[in-house]
């Protein structure tokens, strides 16, 4: 996985988990000036050891957890492991399960086969940004190739852990074309979560809203 950081010493910092094809130039322009942030994407493994050795010397420091999409699912992993040494002041999931990948309660995985074996760059950008459609030229992406590979990445270590994290606020958006948001609702739903969830109007890629998110 790749890991971006951008620490300059503030009080609040995030620790950001991407979706697929995230990429830092997605988010830095709405992550408020006082928050320093870390952000995980292009998963190829599931080693969080260079994560935990930069999070050990912010301890101190008011750490905030947010999960985009399939990167709820990577937290979800994260947050149980045995070694967790780390405390969260808060913790949110945008558009996206513990699952990640499943018939009810994530991507379903027949969809998700299929994406990995026909994907289309384009095609996958009008789906996540919606209205919001055509991005910003400074929205980079990795070529087709390495986001295959990322597809696959998922399918090959698809595993759920039972024990469900807590999370302190839900967001799903309604108009959500990559993570269905019917599965989303029946995951959470199950999970006790009802009085957590916060459903906007906004695309699969939500944070063209960060006021609402935060």
Known sequence: MNIYHNINNNKDILLLFGGFASHFSHFQSFIPSNYDWILLSHYQHLNFSALENL????????????GFSM????????LNRDSIAFDFKSKTAVN???????????IHPKLFVLTQKKFNLESFKQNLFGIHYPPPKDFLF?????????????LDY????????KWDRIIISSNDLIFPTQAQKNFWS???????IL???????AFFDWKILC
Do not use: C, M
């Open 55 to 66: 999070l050990l010397p912010l301890r101190s420091k008011n750490l905030h957890l947010l």
């Open 71 to 78: 990167g709820v699912w990577v937290a979800h992993l994260f």
């Open 96 to 106: 996206g399960t513990e699952y990640g990948i499943h018939e009810t309660y994530g």
């Open 142 to 154: 990795l070529e087709e190739s390495l986001l295959k590979d990322e597809l696959k990445f998922f």
């Open 158 to 165: 698809q595993h759920h852990i039972e024990n469900s994290s």
């Open 190 to 196: 199950h999970q006790a979560y009802k009085q957590q």
């Open 199 to 205: 459903e906007i109007n906004a695309p699969h890629f």
